[in-house]
């Protein structure tokens, strides 16, 4: 049996899986407060499930900001829609809420030193999402320059 793997195909199941990370984070909202409560009981160190639980929930929300950004930008590529603004402003969200989520962490970090490894990750994510908005722009001006082009 031979599946050729097209654009269309990659773009459904990229849009599929975007929509099940969208219903899982949804759902792990409710899980947060049982999650904080088992992490003080097994830690062994002073509690933190109040500044723990903030941090989640912020988190948790910037996510799915993100998530619905990135949804948006897919509905506009299924269009044919590729190098338009609101693409580059979906790109600059998504970024914006990694950032958001890195600074959430640092300051976790200080009561919880191995929060600077997701903070790491959210800014390492947030900054490779930064450079392919930046390459985006680019290409929307050079779309919008060879437009008016003769």
Known sequence: MNIKWTAKKSLTLTRILTLVTLVLAGAALFCIPVMTEWYDAVSGHEPIR????VCLYLSAFLGIAALLGLLKMLDNIAKQQVFVNQNAFCLRLISWCCFAVAAIWIVLAFRRPLAFFVAFIAAFGGLVVR???N?????????????YTI
């Not at 985006?136 to 320059?145: A, F, K, N, S």
């Open 50 to 53: 109040m500044m723990l639980t």
């Open 131 to 133: 450079v392919v908005k």
């Open 135 to 147: 390459l985006l722009e680019m290409g929307i001006t050079l779309r919008e320059e060879n437009d």
